[in-house]
Nanobody, 112 residues
Framework: QVHLVESGGGFVQPGGSLRLACAGSGFTFNSYAMNWYRQAPGAEVELVATIGPDGISTVYADSVKYRFTISRDNANKMMYLQMNNLRFEDTAVYYC?????WGQGIRVTVSS
């Protein structure tokens, strides 16, 4: 059974940084591309970033490009999202995703 568990969310001031982590289990971690999605209050789910199985290829939403960095550690079955220069509009619940499998989500609140 696939499990995706996010951690690392919380409150941060504008301009601050947070690092989200996603622990994967129940599947061959290094065989799958992985994604971070987010859903802001009252908004639809948005794809934030994607990373290929080998961790080399990455794609970012324009809204986070050059501020967020997606990475993975296949040996430890972990995926990360380093978020820098956070803005009010980055406030959302962030989800780790692999195809049809989703984590429970973790809240990030950017507030002064």
């Amino acid at each position: 059974q696939v499990h995706l568990v996010e951690s690392g969310g919380g409150f941060v001031q504008p301009g601050g940084s947070l690092r989200l982590a996603c622990a994967g289990s129940g599947f061959t971690f290094n065989s799958y591309a992985m994604n971070w999605y987010r859903q802001a209050p009252g908004a639809e789910v948005e794809l934030v970033a994607t990373i290929g199985p080998d961790g080399i290829s990455t794609v970012y939403a324009d809204s986070v490009k050059y501020r967020f960095t997606i990475s993975r550690d296949n040996a430890n079955k972990m995926m990360y999202l380093q978020m820098n220069n956070l803005r009010f509009e980055d406030t959302a619940v962030y989800y780790c995703n692999k195809g049809v499998d989703w984590g429970q989500g973790i809240r990030v609140t950017v507030s002064s």
